[in-house]
């Protein structure tokens, strides 16, 4: 059974920075990409950053680049969100993902296994 299982979300002000992480079990980490999404209130959810299996290719969402960096440690199986400067559009649920594939996507239907979220707030 494969799980994902995001940490390190809170509540920030506003140009803070805060680090989230994702373990993973379950399934072969290293051969997949792996992805971060976040859905705000009353919004759908969109993607946010993704990584290859390799840490080769990174894609980021325009509305965070300069600010996130993704990465991962494949003899940890973990995935990191590092988020700088952040603002309070920031807020919301943050999901990471695990691909069918071993390139980076950003559509969510190319994701295979999601967690359960972290919450990330910012206030202004």
């Known amino acids: 059974q494969v799980q994902l299982v995001e940490s390190g979300g809170g509540l920030v002000q506003a140009g803070g920075s805060l680090r989230l992480s994702c373990a993973a079990s379950?399934?072969?980490?290293?051969?997949?990409?792996m992805g971060w999404f976040r859905q705000a209130p009353g919004q759908e959810r969109s993607f946010v950053a993704g990584i290859s299996w390799n840490s080769i290719s990174t894609y980021y969402a325009d509305s965070v680049k300069g600010r996130f960096t993704i990465s991962r440690d494949n003899a940890k199986n973990t995935v990191y969100l590092q988020m700088n400067s952040l603002k309070p559009e920031d807020t919301a649920v943050y999901y990471c993902?695990?691909?069918?594939?071993?390139?980076?996507?950003?559509?969510?239907?190319?994701?295979?296994?999601w967690g359960q979220g972290t919450q990330v707030t910012v206030s202004s």
């Open positions: 379950g399934r072969t980490f290293s051969r997949y990409a």
């Open positions: 993902a695990s691909s069918h594939s071993s390139d980076v996507y950003s559509y969510q239907y190319q994701y295979a296994y």
